[in-house]
């Protein structure tokens, strides 16, 4: 699956990675990191204890996921384009990222009156 990324974060995989080449000679489709299911989560894990990210119910790959979702909905990205991104089959799935909270619901509530 395709998401967006930062130019500064394409620039440092293709420094590390070399991405820009892999895709001119046609390997673009190559994961670069052909790690399991679990060793990812543990290498994601052991990245954010490093950045000094408490553990929780979030410190984990799904809690990135679910924050990239909420950062793109709250930034006002159409819900069908985070529906792609997160390869939801369903926009009701995706709809769950919108639901407003904290200052944004104020902010939204204001809006009325």
């Not at 793109?72 to 990222?97: D, E």
Request: proline share 6%; net charge positive; aromatic share 6%.
């Amino acid at each position: 699956r395709a998401v967006p990324v930062p130019p500064e974060l394409l620039d440092t995989l293709d420094l590390v990675h070399g991405v820009r080449e892999a895709q001119r000679r046609g390997r673009g489709e190559a994961l670069l990191w052909p790690w399991s299911r679990m060793t990812a989560f543990r290498r994601v894990r052991e990245v954010m204890l490093a950045a000094g990210i408490p553990e929780g119910p979030h410190a984990c790959p799904k809690g990135l996921r679910h924050g990239f979702g909420v950062q793109a909905v709250s930034r006002g990205i159409a819900l069908n384009m985070v529906q792609k991104w997160l390869g939801h089959a369903q926009l009701t799935t995706t709809a769950i990222y919108a639901n407003a909270v904290g200052e944004e619901e104020q902010s939204i509530a204001a809006r009325m009156w």
